[in-house]
């Protein structure tokens, strides 16, 4: 695999090896949910355009309708309205508004870099300050920003090593992040905005889990294999002591 790895696909490593070569150079179709999040980043901090069909998505008027607007995030009328709040959300929270408007920064930017030895490429959302003490800002769509399951989902999805993989990509053009930051709106009424900071520790765990993973990449690289989860049979055991309750379970259902 020659092309330059991104996180979205080395991520799939903490599934398996498997997914990741399912994934890599592999497009995905773009949700909602995705497109709303596109649709939002593009409206708090540019990129591609984003235009709004009032059709149903499918028959030859949306055929024509996306032929004519090439590389364009096209949304429906609920999805555009969506991401509309959920970016008047952050104009109007102070916080989200320091991080993601206010003053001069870098948006999108993308890097080629080498990542222990293996090509890289990433595109943080955004850093802003002195080179030598940068703040670097990851903007999130969620369905909840409340921030226990925030931090919850974000753990589960990695945002951590996310940042780290991106604080290690500024390193390499001279920019030193001092604060690593994630801006999460809710795509959802009241789209309520939360800011989370995060802490040393958890960037260089997610730091750690990404090398691991990258590891990982080159011996399957090496070998050419890319094995699922496990390459041998998983113990099933159960504890002796555990009183079992099988109330409920009718023979009909075990087949």
């Not at 090439?70 to 109007?92: F, K, S």
């Not at 030895?117 to 940068?134: H, K, L």
């Not at 399951?149 to 753990?155: S, V």
Request: with cysteine.
């Amino acid at each position: 695999m020659t092309a330059r790895l991104r996180f979205s696909t080395i991520k799939h490593f903490a599934s398996s090896p498997a997914h990741f070569a399912y994934w890599h150079g592999r497009e995905m179709e773009p949700s909602a949910a995705l497109r709303i999040g596109t649709a939002v980043h593009a409206a708090v901090l540019g990129g591609a355009p984003v235009v709004r069909y009032d059709g149903t998505r499918r028959g030859k008027a949306w055929d024509d309708f996306e032929a004519s607007h090439p590389g364009a995030t096209i949304l429906t009328a609920t999805e555009y309205d969506t991401a509309q709040a959920c970016r008047n959300a952050i104009w109007y929270n102070g916080e989200a508004f320091k991080h993601c408007g206010l003053g001069i920064g870098i948006n999108e930017r993308l890097i080629e870099w080498d990542f222990n030895g293996v090509p890289f490429r990433s595109t943080p959302d955004r850093y802003y300050g002195p080179s030598d003490a940068a703040t670097l800002v990851e903007l999130k769509t969620t369905r909840s920003a409340q921030p226990a399951r925030f931090l919850r989902d974000a753990t589960s999805r990695w945002y951590h090593s996310q940042l780290a993989v991106y604080r290690a990509a500024l390193a390499t053009v001279g920019v030193t992040v001092a604060k690593a930051l994630i801006v999460a709106v809710e795509t959802v009424p009241p789209y309520n905005v939360t800011v989370l900071e995060l802490t040393d520790r958890a960037l260089d765990v997610g730091y750690r889990t990404a090398c691991g993973w990258l590891e990982q990449y080159k011996v399957c690289e090496a070998s050419g294999e890319w094995p699922g989860y496990v390459q041998g049979p998983v113990t099933f055991d159960i504890e002796p002591e555990m009183d079992l309750d099988f109330s409920g379970i009718d023979d009909a259902e075990e087949a």
